[in-house]
């Protein structure tokens, strides 16, 4: 017999923090997770833990901004592209409010090596890599557009186009959500309901002809409903299933200014021509075999308008990164 190397297990890791920042609910390539990160105690470092058990996806509706945490049963790990360092949860681990006693304060260098560490807090974290630190907000670059991060409550007054993701808020300010995946297909964003943004994107003008300031919603925000409506208004699905609204923003990376244009472009050419078919949606069908009228319209103005080598979307690079970077900067 040949002798074999034991196998060394790779420990298991737990982390404690005061919660920071909560990712939206992301479902792509038929997985469905988030991102937290959790804050050290004694500095600006912020840990990054993707969560994408199924049964661990519930945390994220008792997950409260500001509060401690410990998780339980950690690996780490890192993006391919980036080379970007995260925790992940594994199948054992366990989110329970924070407790001094039960948490040993131990360097993180150790565990991001791989090396065993049977617990630690983030009050050491000092010596973590500057490349999880993230700035104040004056530190942020600002796009062309100026656009600017800030947190912004509220309560839906109006459904201007459900199928871009436009919402009223207030009677005056539009908010976007066609750059964030809609958590339950929008059911809680009714006329009435009560929204909290927080680290949302503010644009003053992004279209000389939209007659509303807009607060749009990347991937590095967090969309919270505080409270449902209490009229008695209808739900009106997104349908996210051959919606040629996000197909053609997903396939030509648009920024803000230009998906606006191409909002208005589609309600004045379904205005004008949804009379000559029977069904509207072969107007707006966007399907890969089968576009519809509308889609073989704009395809060739988006082709003149967006510039080659348009550089696709990274949604770790959007929600990971030190730097901010997101369509909406456009």
Same mark, same amino acid.
């Given at each position: 017999?040949?002798?074999?190397?034991?196998?060394?297990?790779?420990?298991?890791?737990?982390?404690?923090?005061?919660?920071?920042?909560?990712?939206?609910?992301?479902?792509?390539?038929?997985?469905?997770?988030?991102?937290?990160?959790?804050?050290?105690?004694?500095?600006?470092?912020?840990?990054?833990?993707?969560?994408?058990?199924?049964?661990?996806?519930?945390?994220r509706?008792? %997950?409260?901004?500001?509060?401690?945490?410990t998780?339980?049963? @950690? #690996?780490?790990?890192?993006?391919? !592209? &980036?080379?970007? =360092? *995260?925790?992940?949860?594994?199948?054992?681990?366990?989110?329970?409010?924070?407790?001094?006693?039960?948490?040993?304060?131990?360097?993180?260098?150790?565990?991001?090596?791989?090396e065993?560490?049977?617990?630690?807090?983030?009050?050491?974290t000092?010596?973590?890599s500057?490349?999880?630190?993230?700035?104040?907000?004056?530190?942020?670059?600002?796009?062309?557009?100026?656009?600017?991060?800030?947190?912004?409550?509220?309560?839906?007054?109006?459904?201007?186009?459900?199928?871009?993701g436009?919402?009223?808020?207030?009677n005056?300010?539009?908010?976007?959500l066609?750059?964030q995946?809609?958590?339950?297909?929008?059911?809680?964003?009714?006329?009435?309901?009560?929204?909290?943004?927080?680290?949302?994107?503010?644009?003053?003008?992004?279209? %000389?002809?939209?007659?509303?300031?807009?607060?749009?919603?990347? @991937? #590095?925000?967090?969309?919270?409903? !505080? &409270?449902?409506? =209490? *009229?008695?208004?209808?739900?009106?699905?997104?349908?996210?299933?051959?919606?040629?609204?996000?197909?053609?923003?997903?396939?030509?990376?648009?920024?803000?200014?230009?998906?606006?244009?191409?909002?208005?472009?589609?309600?004045?050419?379904e205005?004008?021509?949804?009379?000559?078919?029977?069904?509207?949606?072969?107007?707006?069908?966007?399907?890969?075999?089968?576009?519809?009228?509308?889609?073989?319209?704009?395809?060739?103005?988006?082709?003149?308008?967006?510039?080659?080598?348009?550089?696709?979307?990274?949604?770790?690079?959007?929600?990971?990164?030190?730097?901010?970077?997101?369509?909406?900067?456009?």
């Amino acid at each position: 017999l040949h002798s074999r190397f034991p196998y060394k297990r790779k420990t298991k890791l737990t982390v404690a923090g005061e919660l920071a920042k909560l990712g939206p609910l992301l479902c792509m390539h038929h997985k469905t997770f988030f991102f937290l990160f959790l804050k050290c105690f004694t500095s600006a470092v912020w840990i990054p833990v993707l969560v994408q058990r199924r049964n661990q996806l519930v945390w994220r509706h008792v %997950l409260q901004l500001g509060h401690l945490y410990t998780i339980t049963g @950690l #690996s780490t790990s890192g993006l391919k !592209k &980036s080379g970007q =360092r *995260l925790f992940v949860t594994s199948v054992s681990s366990c989110l329970l409010p924070y407790c001094a006693e039960q948490v040993k304060e131990q360097p993180l260098d150790g565990a991001w090596q791989g090396e065993s560490s049977q617990s630690f807090s983030l009050e050491s974290t000092e010596q973590l890599s500057d490349s999880l630190e993230l700035g104040d907000e004056k530190e942020q670059p600002q796009s062309t557009k100026e656009s600017k991060i800030i947190s912004y409550m509220g309560t839906v007054t109006k459904i201007l186009n459900v199928q871009a993701g436009l919402f009223l808020l207030d009677n005056k300010v539009c908010l976007c959500l066609a750059y964030q995946q809609l958590l339950n297909s929008a059911r809680g964003l009714r006329p009435g309901a009560c929204v909290e943004l927080i680290d949302v994107h503010l644009l003053q003008k992004p279209l %000389l002809s939209f007659p509303f300031i807009v607060l749009g919603a990347c @991937l #590095s925000s967090t969309i919270v409903l !505080k &409270s449902f409506s =209490r *009229l008695s208004s209808p739900y009106q699905s997104p349908g996210s299933s051959g919606n040629i609204y996000l197909q053609l923003l997903l396939r030509y990376n648009l920024g803000l200014p230009l998906y606006l244009w191409l909002v208005s472009l589609l309600e004045t050419f379904e205005e004008r021509f949804s009379c000559f078919f029977r069904h509207c949606q072969q107007l707006l069908r966007s399907t890969h075999q089968n576009p519809g009228a509308a889609e073989k319209f704009l395809v060739p103005l988006l082709q003149a308008v967006v510039p080659d080598g348009q550089e696709a979307r990274d949604i770790y690079k959007e929600i990971l990164s030190t730097t901010h970077r997101c369509p909406l900067q456009k």
